[in-house]
């Protein structure tokens, strides 16, 4: 039996390129060169999964055979006893796309071919565009549009939010004020004015980023039906998923969810009901490839496609994983897609290509990704934006409750 | 309108005085003197929750005013975005039961008296016996019923573990053996032995620890039927809650379950379907107590009772915490209690007091158990149990796969 | 890009070393000397699978790129429009399997590391003892035992089978009797005197090879249970799988269904219901290996074991792709295993090697099995065993019906 | 007792008068002059089925008694172990048929009346009418009205396809294009046209030939409603028929399904679940008319109507089959029709006739209808539509992923 090649450093990256905190999974090993790169960005608590890896993981794996994955996975989760969360699964996925990358390295192949190979030639990517008003919106998505983009997601105003609210605002506890009902009176009026602006050619859709009371989100997605969207997203919040039930009774929007999922519990009884259409995990968030394929696997079986979560709080890694992931699935949908500075392509050699509305692999080895550490150095993450969070996540509703993000 | 007390600090407070590595909050007040512990211990990854509180949760709350104990909950839980988990849970948990730690103290009120007032003059509790034989495990046994125990919870030869297993040992990975079959066997003979050993009038438990497969639990629940347990504990991986509903078809032994729950939607489905008898979350593991109190309404809507996981990696904070509930909550149905060395009333005073197989607590205000600070620091945590765990966490099948802990 | 390597050509080796005819498929291409072997064995029209191969996914797949598994397993499925069934199937396996045995030596990696690496060291099988009387079952059974085997699947007296029966015999189509009543009975007693005879730590299984109504299966299933079967094995047949939802709820007797399947809506339900145990699909059957990691994976998601079907009419090809299956699934549960004579391991060189009850795979790359085609072609099929089939399969109730395979 | 006739021979007959292969199977007698004949046309596979007949079939059948032919079908359905599949199906469907058309020439009757005789005096039937633009649709749909006609089918543009898709066509793998929301869209707009042009007394129907997503088709039949199909058929693939169940939630568009079933676990939980209202099975495809007659009886079990499946690769004697299902079948619908040419009459004499709507079958015993075996000759098949096949079975979707057929 040949010697195996073995796990000899598990390094954690943190590195804020664009102002946003990324966390990334360096794996070296005994085979002199050969290393791995996983994503395990959580961005709002990136310290939690650098604590987590090199005080937990890396004692745990130094010395593991880099190609007993599953099992590495399966060991690592139970390891703590305690499992899941977006910590824990985070960490967890730095090692796992590191360990699919040097996979792929080994074999000389890319990872989707590790995975059965190419499904289609490129996955087509939706991007954002938000505005103040409607035709902010229209003008943002027309840039898209023009870009060769075929699936633009829309959203006003920040989800309804006002500068300040409540009648005794000195009684207030600080922060944004969201308005669920003023939010979806106007997202129906955004959706009606995008499909006269933009007609049918052009995929619409819409993040309701679990604002709305369930009853509220059921409201919405019938509302929605006459402006055929490609799909809406986390209509509601990862405690309400049962409320999929009732909403599916009502309406034939197609429903996209899961990018807050960190627990097998949340999404399998939406996909064996089918009480979802596209599950939209955030990867890293669920421990990584291995679980991420079986996911798509079991949602094959239900006629479930993917649409991996993929904004700037992914890494370029994580990225590059999502497209491995998107191109080897038969049952993928649509890849959301953000717009890299160039520093990215700068830092992260390999990042996948956005044309013509699709985004094309390389056909490297692995995830056909690297990083310039040198270059992450200079680019120290800052935890400052965790102190003061972004005043989304502190939204509240008019009478100065707590409202979801 | 009187001025609010606030939050002036969140200190993180590691200690381990038997051994096992706890996770104290304190919470510090505008109101000189006034403070609050919670118990925040998720002692496999004890330094990831430390992160939380000191990075994140800290900042976030300094300024907050004490009284507003369900907005900080929630708002503490959107906070980054993804949620839950044991690591951001155990955090969270921390701060919520010193917040109700501080009510209670600024009511001058013991925390029961928060929740509605003693429902019960104190908790009956079970303690855990076990052995290689079943002579050993009944001599164990007999020592708690002599000390008045009314429940004892019986356990031989770890789960059917073997020191080395699989006939080719040197292709074998690291690690302990399990061999279910032989477990679910010999338990059923443990049980046969014991209700002849001890008579009727004491109540066995058992605890699967998730050790078998789904039908493998299954069977074990219905061959345990005669030997009348009180009820039979986490007798299947979080992963396999929806079995309860095989289990249920076939058996009329009592199933508690819950200490590995991290997530509502591994809880809720269980209760709305009445597949279970009794929840036993470790309360810190699924946010505090403000979380806690809602699950044991919400059982008690459904008739199922509480019986909150109590062991050794539950600090006596959190052990207080679930007292509290016991006595205020009408549906509670055991305890379970671990047997703290003196060093703990020592280090901890307050801690309840197990009186002939009842938990007594004291009438003290707040949560009613004080922290010694100098004395816990005599006794730091060592994180090297993390970097070797302990064997039961890393046990393999027969074949050298991953069995679950 | 890289040019990609094409199939230049797939040619369909019929060979039968054991008396049973088994079907190959060989995928020669660009690369010289880079070619891949699977198993398209359908043993009783073996010819339908030849022509499926030879006349149709031949020219189908000529020049197409060998790295697209994914997109030729699904395009080959629905280029006949209609799909499934047993002929079909088990042409698109052959082809799948070479497949990956490529994909495997193009990497120089094992396909289990493909799959995300060894989950386990080796894969646990069970053999068959079979006889006319208790004693001679277990005689055959000890001989297992004796060389290491841990699971034994028994069967005594052909399934109640009687040389001749009905009251006016001259009357009767031509056939084998077989009387579900009496194999009923009989079973159990085999098994109270099997699991008497050799003890508890031998895991007895039995497969009842859909021989018995719904209801006597559900009694059987009932009637056995006091003698903890490892598993109870095609208890229904596939018309019936409905009916597994009666069995549950009467019984705890482990489940295993699946040889006989070759369409999703057979086992999709019984996995999203939880109806079954373990997934014993005959892989080559289904379609190979790409349908059988993801019919895995799906069963994982449930908590349900495989146990792939691997009796003698599964190539030594297939029964690599078991093990390939078996070692990189976490969900594995046992292995069925035939008894290879000698000639198997000369004319198949990789075969796997069964020690001391577990079946090991080589190191080597892709399924890590090759074919001596010249000795291959010393063992013709021969069809006629199929003009006269083995009375098994053509086995009647004693009133002269006809009684199920 | 009468000496049996017996079988003494099973013929296969292949023949393309319309340039479709076709395979008939021609049973010959001990009863100089008595034979059957029977469809066995699998078009896409015809050389597997004839060797499943030939090599398999054939010499199974020889010397069996004609009479039998419940006992013949589930003898021949098991003797092969696996069982069904579109292959095994269609050649027991040959025998199957072919032994009924004996059975009424024994009789002197035609099968319709071996079955309960006529239920009604004719079958109504639609055609198929299709155009690259709704006025050539109407145009065509009008031909038919003329003709009499009160059912006619709808379809325009090949289903949405496109001769040229993806950005970078020269990364593209070859073949057609398709876009199911382009055909989605425009399908609504045909409806409304054609409902607007035709009036209300035509009934319009809609064949989705399974291109959709789940989601998608719900929403057509959402969006057709307003236009009153008399129904819409194989909207979803067999794979997803569980979606049924949401279609069946939003919508009041009558479902068919059924023509791509070859295994009752596709069509029975839909029938007793009343998910579809008419069950259209191609009939050789399910094995022949005694399982076809019983769907029926299942069907009006449920108040659930037949509309077999009658397109061109179905033969003359299949369509003949058809019809006498369609006459004496209490819970009859609607029978699909395909316009025969002049050819058909002549080399099947016998061919039911299309008068005014509806479709009449002759008097005469069996099934009506003869073939002339030396024209039939004339028209040899020809396998290399298989080797390159129509576009439309290898059509993909706009990034070049397949697109089911």
Chains 1, 2, 3, 4 share one sequence.
Not at 69 to 80: K, P, R
Not at 203 to 227: C, F, G, Q, W
Request: net charge negative.
């Amino acid at each position: 039996m040949t010697k195996p090649i073995t796990i000899t450093d598990v390094r954690t990256i943190l590195t804020a390129p664009e102002g946003i905190n990324l966390v990334i999974v360096k794996i070296e090993t005994s085979e002199p060169g050969l290393y791995g790169l996983g994503c395990a960005t959580f961005t709002q608590r990136y310290l939690m999964v650098a604590t987590a890896i090199e005080d937990y993981l890396k004692p745990f794996l130094i010395g593991k055979d880099v190609s007993r994955i599953e099992d590495i996975w399966q060991t690592s989760m139970v390891n703590s006893y305690w499992r899941n969360g977006p910590a824990l699964n985070n960490a967890i996925s730095g090692v796992d796309m590191a360990l699919w990358d040097i996979a792929g390295k080994r074999a000389g192949m890319p990872v989707y071919d590790l995975m059965g190979g190419k499904a289609r030639e490129a996955a087509a990517v939706y991007r954002h565009a938000d505005g103040r008003t409607v035709n902010e919106v229209e003008d943002n998505a027309r840039k898209f549009i023009e870009q060769g983009l075929l699936y633009v997601r829309c959203q006003m105003g920040g989800y309804g939010g006002r500068l300040h609210d409540i009648r005794s605002p000195e009684g207030a506890l600080p922060g944004a004020y969201f308005d669920p009902q003023a939010y979806a009176r106007d997202t129906v009026k955004l959706f009606e004015h995008m499909r006269g602006a933009v007609g049918n050619e052009i995929e619409l859709l819409h993040d309701v980023h679990e604002r709305l009371t369930p009853i509220d989100a059921v409201r919405l997605s019938k509302n929605l039906e006459p402006y055929r969207l490609f799909f809406l997203e986390d209509a509601l919040a990862p405690e309400n998923v049962d409320w999929f039930k009732v909403m599916r009774q009502q309406s034939a929007t197609p429903i996209a969810m899961g990018e807050l999922f960190t627990n097998p519990q949340e999404w399998l009884p939406l996909i064996e009901n089918r009480l979802i259409d596209f599950i939209r995990c955030h990867i890293s968030t669920i421990g990584g490839l291995t679980p991420a394929k079986k996911l798509a696997h079991l949602c094959e079986a239900f006629s479930i496609r993917t649409a991996w979560h993929g904004p700037g709080d992914v890494s370029p890694i994580g990225h590059a994983a999502n497209l491995h992931l998107d191109l080897s699935s038969y049952n993928f949908g649509v890849q959301e897609w953000w717009g890299p500075q160039d520093i990215i392509y700068e830092m992260f050699p390999g990042t996948p290509v956005l044309t013509n509305g699709y985004v094309y692999a390389n056909d490297k080895p692995g995830l056909g990704i690297d990083i310039d550490e040198k270059l992450a150095a200079k680019f120290p993450c800052d935890n400052t934006q965790s102190v003061r969070p972004p005043s989304w996540t502190t939204a509240r509703t008019p009478d100065g409750g707590s409202a979801r993000p």
